[in-house]
Nanobody, 124 residues
Framework: QVQLVESGGGSVQAGGSLRLSCAVS????????MGWFRQLPGKEREGVAG???????WYTDSVKGRFTISQDNAKNTLYLQMNSLKPEDTAMYYC??????????????????WGQGTQVTVSS
C-alpha cells in the first residue's frame, strides 16, 4: 500500500515562494515515477512537474524556470520548490506516484497513487 501525504501549501503574494513536500510511505525502491499535479474546481488535473528514478525531470511550460522538482530518497520525500509565484499558480496541488517508468506527466491517469492535496493560493 502506497500512501502519499502532501504539506507546505499556503497563501502567498505574487512573487513569493513555497516549498511543497510529499512524504511517501511505501517501498520506495519500487516507485519509479513521481509527479506534481494541480487542479482548479471544475477543471481537469494538470501535470506540473515530474521526476523518475533515472533522474529525468519534466516541467509544464508555464512553470519552467520557476519551479524545481526534487526527491530525497533517504527521507522518502518528494519536493516542489515554487518561486516567483503567480496568481495563475493558485490551485490544489497533488503528489502522484507510480511503479512504472515512462509515465506521461500530462496525464493523471498514468499514475496509480495520489495524495490528498495541499492548497496553494497566490494573491496579486
Amino acid at each position: 500500500q502506497v500512501q502519499l501525504v502532501e504539506s507546505g501549501g499556503g497563501s502567498v503574494q505574487a512573487g513569493g515562494s513555497l516549498r511543497l513536500s510529499c512524504a511517501v510511505s511505501a517501498y520506495t525502491y519500487s516507485i519509479y515515477s513521481m509527479g506534481w499535479f494541480r487542479q482548479l474546481p471544475g477543471k481537469e488535473r494538470e501535470g506540473v512537474a515530474g521526476i523518475d528514478t533515472i533522474g529525468r525531470t519534466w516541467y509544464t511550460d508555464s512553470v519552467k524556470g520557476r519551479f524545481t522538482i526534487s526527491q530525497d530518497n533517504a527521507k522518502n520525500t518528494l519536493y516542489l520548490q515554487m518561486n516567483s509565484l503567480k496568481p495563475e499558480d493558485t490551485a490544489m496541488y497533488y503528489c502522484a506516484a507510480d511503479f512504472r517508468l515512462y509515465r506521461d506527466y500530462t496525464r493523471a491517469s498514468d499514475f496509480a497513487y495520489w495524495g490528498q492535496g495541499t492548497q496553494v493560493t497566490v494573491s496579486s
